[in-house]
């Protein structure tokens, strides 16, 4: 009996992806590996420190409103969690 969750849009699509490529590698090895030459020369050649920077720098800007945010929200439940009628014995 399969008892996984089904999966997300997101795992069919890398799923499907992957397929798709496993057999378009297995059909045409010739195309498939100059597109792989392709990818590895574009990855070469792109400036990766000035990406790993970017994306450092984007998200260390955006984690500190997200967690003021998240701070913000847990006080408010905090405060405004109903308490529980206390019984008298």
Known sequence: ?????????????VQ?????AETMARNEP???MAVAMGVGMVLNILPTRFLVASVTAVTLTMLRPALLTLGVV??????NCPSKPQTLP
Not at 74 to 79: D, G, I, M
Request: aromatic content about 4%; hydrophobic content about 40%; glycine content about 0%.
């Open 1 to 13: 009996m399969n008892t996984a969750p089904p999966p997300q849009p997101a795992e069919q699509l």
């Open 16 to 20: 499907r992806l992957v397929h798709d």
């Open 30 to 32: 010739a195309k498939a």
């Open 74 to 79: 847990k006080a408010f439940e905090l405060c």
